[in-house]
């Protein structure tokens, strides 16, 4: 039972210059302090270190940079490896597993061991793994390093325990699966070819053996030689020298023919008989040129030769393109027969691999599909029609469809909600697909108990939002909203319009969505705010657009050398109702009219426009351009669907809106909402509607020239991905006094060229800037360098220098500030100090000022400078004085004050509970009217007091900043609590989530630590050093969600879930899926006496003899080294699932055996019964027979 004490209500300790905000309000760092107090408040918190664990749960999406593939055709499981050394193997929906190489070295090839519950990987480090994939989080059994020799080519004959290994250098070494250890038996290269050849094959590029005869290996090096190697006698059988380089090899069925595919685009047919030249050639897509000349043609990297019995075969390759079609797709060409069937693909081939009935290479092969690995996407082509139409994929693969810009997590969400997304969902989705079931069909996996309601919402480059049902680990697209539907196209040649046409204006920035009432709102990277509502039926509506202008005075003064020596020119086209694009040529290619002013960046639609059912847009909001500036992206939001009201903010200040009745209750910048309660003390800014200058100031108004250099100037910020991202750029002028001149004049504020205010969107899934962790002023300059690209806007943040009885700013955190921001001498400090952005907001029942009796609907508002601001708000309580009575807001409540940005506010109640935002049940504006029942707003409200009579008024708020944590207690507002973080980094996301029927505050560092802390004590309870560095994209991504878990983009195309709860740990097993599961081998079908007789001896074929240690010897030592998997408890798993799936095989085998021993007994007995009928029949005719003569018959 923890003790935590309530301070009296007149005791002011939260006071600007009290030392709350100061390091001696708690002692050392990570120590949670107490204030004493005469009151006591009892809070039992149940949260232990012992409740959290950190690790991985499941990877969603396309594997990034996929580099190799394999199909296990018996399991039917699939294997994609990658360029950073994972592997993804997939099965069934659900069936979806992620392994990772160590050394994080590419995978160059993937063997499975057919049947066998294992994987080969073959790595750019020249080493081979053995996975065992016998359990459900598949581990490496054994490893054997190349030291001498670079691997290139990988070949494990069906039913083999004895892989091939081809080299850079042209040899073939051979190794024990079983025991990962080379054998003594290789083939070097100079022995393969004759001894008067006087060129080095190549490496070895392909490795096969002979359908007909297993004892014959095929070997193909990258020049054209190619050998088939006589394993049992040591020498090559024949030896075929073509003049074009070798890619790929495919053998027919029955082992007289195979097929090559070369780098002139030529595809070769050789026979046995004769291997002094190719049976055929051909060049699929070489046309015959006027002079008789074939055209050339790209290499065909892959073919595969594929028989049938009801058809003819199949020849499936890649590439071959004659060279003069520039610009055509990537392709995968079909011939069947005569029938040539090209399919464009959308990216280029990686991978392709031919899905057929049988896993013996020796019988007809029955193709039936051909999975097509992109470097960008997975499709399998249904073989067995004739249009050759694609399977739907199962699987997410497209969440980076267009790039992923943000993502939100909700976890146990309404059971309702999933169901009806789902079946909107499915009325959009394509048709054309094969109607046979998805081929990928191994494995097995089951919902589990432990499942609730889950969505994950992606925000996307082109201004698209998709909604995943995320429940039980697995990943399933709901439905897909388009935001730029709202707005015109851009049309080209309409000034700025042509440029951004190119660009990605749409891109959405965040998303805020309450599932209870199912209001969800998306703030986009052109300053813009989109509010849907959701709806069963479809409706004509016009859309309601505010816009909102919250840009302050820009205070930069020109000195008259600059305009001497810059004069300004009007371009021709500078009267034109559309204003023209200033090019960042040189200072002088200013106009001083044609600058947008008070308009938006995008154009919503002005007439009815007809909704489909799902979410509709209600009213759009957007920033407008000042003076040629654009607006300043915005950098956070909050809605409320029982208040009615919307708010954001930006590095300007704050905007209030009210969106049931469609206007603006508030907009005004962060330094005027403290009034007279500014904790730093600064000068109060004439606001932007008076331009008069105020006395002691420099008079600009009156001289023209200088009015219209000044509107002329372009905007400073480098506005990469619609964020600015320069450590120089000073995008906003949020309260800037006015600064007296000195006797030199005018001073001169130098401003950078003229920029576009959006690039292309380089979304949160390409960002790859790592975050320093030193607390060095390099390290501050780069850290702010990022804040700027996280939070889309420059900023100022206070960090650890506040002294202990007043706020003021030292010479060293100038100059530090001044490295960090601008390295020209036109800032002044004041001008930095005032560089506040509004970082977070909060509705929510709060006691607005320390005189409340009772809580009132407020705003919470965090700043860039660690200050909280509390603003109450009067809202009428009745339904129709709701609609036509305004809303009165007193930015006028408490200040509070913590070190760095403010991410995050929580609230609970005394007893220590989560206190959850008011909401308005949904219900459906476009249903049709019922006379009886009216449609009334219905609220649910979670007031702190409620539950608190024995305790008394008030409620605990928990503040996260990016450097320390503070509990206070309302109304007094007493700091509690105070725990400092980190020292050395800073906290990137931070949240109040529930867990084990409790609540804690989960933080996620840029140095990579995740830390839980107890609530409302503050005590540390977990503290992971998850990711050693953090590039932007995670701390883009990262998001918490109630039940411990968490998510991030881990590349650009997947995305990591991880739990931090050691609840989730202990049940995962259980929750994914088996990737084996025990299968009887197909039988070989009976090849006939015939084919026996003279097929060879194929079946007599002992390897174990060639290239077991008593015949072949033992390999060099340094040529490989053995490596040994992963030994504790995690081996003693393998072990146990292996025996397991042993015991299981075993079982199998013993009933195929009795049930063949029972076949063979009822075989005798008619064999017996058959011999007993024909040696009566004999006996009989003996004794008719018995005394005649010859000449008798």
């Known amino acids: 039972m ?44 149940t949260l232990i270190s012992e409740n959290f664990q950190l690790c991985k749960t499941v990877r969603h999406g396309f594997p990034y ?94 039913q083999s325990k004895w892989l091939y290994v081809g080299t850079e250098r042209g040899n073939t070494h051979i190794v024990n699966i079983e025991s990962f250890i080379l054998s003594g038996y290789v083939i070097m290269w100079n022995k393969a070819i004759e001894l008067s050849t006087k060129t080095h094959p190549g490496p070895v590029v392909h490795l096969s053996d002979s359908p007909k005869d297993e004892g014959k290996l095929l070997i193909g090096f990258e020049s054209g030689t190619i050998v088939q190697w006589d394993l049992r006698a040591k020498k090559a059988d024949f030896r075929i020298y073509y003049d074009e380089a070798i890619h790929s090899v495919s053998w027919h069925h029955e082992g007289k023919q195979f097929m090559c595919s070369h780098s ?149 969400c309404p059971p309702d909600i999933i169901p009806i997304l789902y079946s909107i969902g499915t009325k959009h989705k394509k048709t054309g697909y094969s109607q046979k079931e998805w081929p990928v069909s191994g494995g097995t996996w089951t919902l589990g108990s432990h499942t609730y309601p889950e969505i994950i919402i992606t925000g996307h480059a082109d201004g698209s939002i998709k909604f995943w049902d995320a429940s039980a680990i697995t990943l399933q697209m709901l439905y897909k909203l388009k935001t730029s539907k709202v707005f015109e196209k851009p049309k080209p ?51 309601v657009s505010l816009e909102v202008r919250l840009q302050c005075e820009p205070e930069d003064v020109i000195s008259p050398s600059e305009n001497e020596n810059n004069p300004c020119f009007t371009e021709p086209g ?154 120089t750029s000073q995008p906003c002028s949020a309260g800037k006094p006015r600064v007296p001149m000195g006797p030199e004049g005018p001073r001169l504020a130098r401003r950078g060229p003229g920029r576009p205010p959006f690039r292309k969107a380089q979304s949160a899934a390409c960002m790859e800037i790592s975050l320093p962790v030193s607390h060095t002023e390099v390290g501050h300059a780069s850290r702010r360098a990022m804040l700027q690209q996280l939070h889309g806007v420059t900023m100022y943040s206070h960090d650890e220098h506040h002294t202990t009885a007043s706020y003021c700013w030292s010479e060293r955190e100038s100059r530090e500030n001044s490295f960090s921001r601008s390295r020209s001498s036109s800032v002044s400090s004041i001008d930095r100090d005032t560089k506040e952005a509004i970082t977070t907001l909060q509705f929510g029942e709060s006691y ?120 206070f207690l309302m109304p007094s507002q007493s700091c509690l609590f105070v725990h400092n973080i980190t020292e050395s980094s800073f906290v990137l996301r931070a949240d109040v989530v529930s867990v084990c029927n409790s609540v804690c505050l989960a933080c996620f560092c840029a140095n990579g630590h995740v830390m839980t802390l107890s609530l409302p004590s503050l005590r540390p309870l977990m503290d992971v050093n998850y990711l050693p560095l953090t590039d932007m994209r995670i701390a883009r991504t990262f998001c918490f969600t109630n039940g411990g878990q968490a998510l991030y983009l881990s590349s650009p195309t997947e995305i990591q879930r991880i739990t931090y709860s050691q609840e989730m740990c202990d049940n ?68 146990a699932s292996g025996v397991v799936g042993e015991l299981a095989r075993a079982r199998i085998a013993l009933d195929e055996r009795g049930q063949r021993l029972g076949e063979l007994e009822e075989r005798t007995a008619l064999m017996m019964t058959s011999a007993e009928t024909f040696s009566k029949h004999a006996h009989e005719l003996m004794l008719k027979c018995k005394d005649k003569k010859w000449y008798q018959f």
């Open 1068 to 1135: 995962l097993q259980e929750m994914l899926g088996e990737l084996f599961t025990p299968i009887e081998t197909p039988e070989a079908q009976n090849r006939g006496f015939l084919k026996g007789f003279f097929g060879g001896n194929a079946h007599t074929f002992d390897r174990e003899e060639l290239f077991g240690e008593a015949a072949a010897g033992k390999a060099s030592r340094s040529l490989a080294q053995h490596i040994p998997g992963q030994g504790g408890v995690e081996g003693m798993k393998v072990a």
């Open 493 to 543: 040649g309409e000034g700025r319009a042509a440029e951004l046409v190119e660009e990605d204006p749409f891109a959405v920035q965040m998303v805020s969505w309450c599932p209870q009432s199912r209001i969800f709102c998306v703030v986009g990277i052109s300053a813009h705010i989109i509010l849907y509502r959701f709806s069963k039926y479809d409706a004509n509506t016009q859309i």
């Open 574 to 727: 500078s009267h034109s109702p559309q204003p023209h694009h200033q090019h960042p040529a040189s200072p002088g290619n200013r106009t001083p009219e044609g600058m947008k002013d008070s308009v938006p960046c995008l154009k919503v639609k002005d007439r009815m426009v007809r909704v489909p059912p799902g979410y509709q847009s209600d009213l759009v909001i957007q920033l407008l351009w000042v003076d040629g500036e654009p607006p300043q992206q915005i950098t956070s939001l909050d809605i409320n669907s029982a208040y009615g009201l919307l708010a954001f903010g930006n590095c300007n200040g704050l905007a209030v809106v009210d969106y049931l009745q469609k206007t603006i209750l508030l907009c005004m910048s962060t330094l005027d909402l403290y009034g007279a309660t500014d904790p730093y003390q600064r000068l109060t800014r004439s606001p932007r509607r008076n331009r008069q200058s105020t006395s002691g100031l420099t008079e600009l108004t009156d001289n023209q020239q200088s009015i219209d250099m000044e509107r002329s100037k372009s905007p400073t910020s480098d506005h990469v991905n619609g964020h600015c991202t320069s450590p």
């Open 65 to 158: 940079q996929p580099t190799a593939l394999a199909f296990d055709p018996v399991q039917k499981i699939l294997a994609i490896g990658s360029r950073s050394g994972g592997v993804r193997i997939l099965g069934r929906p659900g069936v979806d597993c992620y392994c990772q190489h160590e050394s994080g070295a590419a995978v160059l090839q993937l063997q499975f061991l057919i049947n066998e519950g294992a994987l080969v990987t073959a790595c750019a480090d020249d080493t081979l793994h053995l996975w065992n994939l016998r359990q459900r989080r598949p581990a490496v059994l054994h490893s054997l390093k190349f030291n001498r020799e670079r691997i290139t080519f990988c070949h494990l004959p069906f």
């Open 264 to 412: 002139d685009g030529s595809l070769t047919l050789w026979n046995l008989r004769n291997t002094t030249k190719p049976f055929q050639v051909t060049f699929p897509h070489g046309k015959i040129q006027k002079d008789g000349r074939k055209e050339s043609c790209k290499p065909i990297l892959k073919v595969e030769y594929k028989t049938s019995r009801s058809s003819e075969p199949f020849v499936i390759f890649s590439g071959g393109l004659s060279y003069d079609k520039a610009g055509r797709r990537p392709t995968l060409t079909i011939m069947h027969g005569k029938a040539i069937t090209v399919l464009e693909m959308d990216y280029p081939i990686v991978e392709f691999m031919v899905l057929c009935e049988t896993p013996y290479n020796n019988e007809v092969q029955e193709p039936y599909a051909v999975v097509v690995l992109l470097e960008k996407d997975l499709i399998v082509v249904d073989l067995t029609q004739s249009n050759f139409p694609v399977f739907e994929n199962p699987y997410p693969m497209d969440i980076h469809e267009s790039p992923v810009t943000c993502t939100a997590y909700f976890a146990d």
């Open 848 to 967: 607005g000022r320390k005189s409340d009796a009772l809580p009132t609907p407020c705003l919470w508002v965090g700043t860039s400078l660690g200050v909280v601001l509390l603003i109450p708000m009067s809202i009428p309580t009745d339904q129709e004085e709701r609609m036509e009575e305004a809303v009165t807001i007193g930015p006028s409540g408490a200040v509070l004050m913590l070190k760095g940005s403010v991410l995050r506010f929580g609230f609970l109640d005394c007893m220590g509970a989560l206190i959850q935002s008011p909401y308005e049940v949904w219900r459906d504006l476009n249903a049709p009217e019922d006379p009886d029942r009216p449609r009334r707003r219905k609220l649910v409200h979670f007031s702190p007091s409620s539950s608190q009579d024995a305790c008394g008024e008030g409620h605990l708020a928990v503040v996260c900043s990016e450097r320390q944590a503070k509990v």
């Open 2 to 45: 923890k003790k935590f004490r309530k301070v009296l209500d007149g005791l002011t300790t939260s006071s600007p210059g009290g030392p709350i905000g100061s390091p001696s309000c708690g002692s050392a760092a990570g120590t949670p302090t107490a204030a004493p107090t005469p009151r006591e408040i009892d809070v039992q918190e």
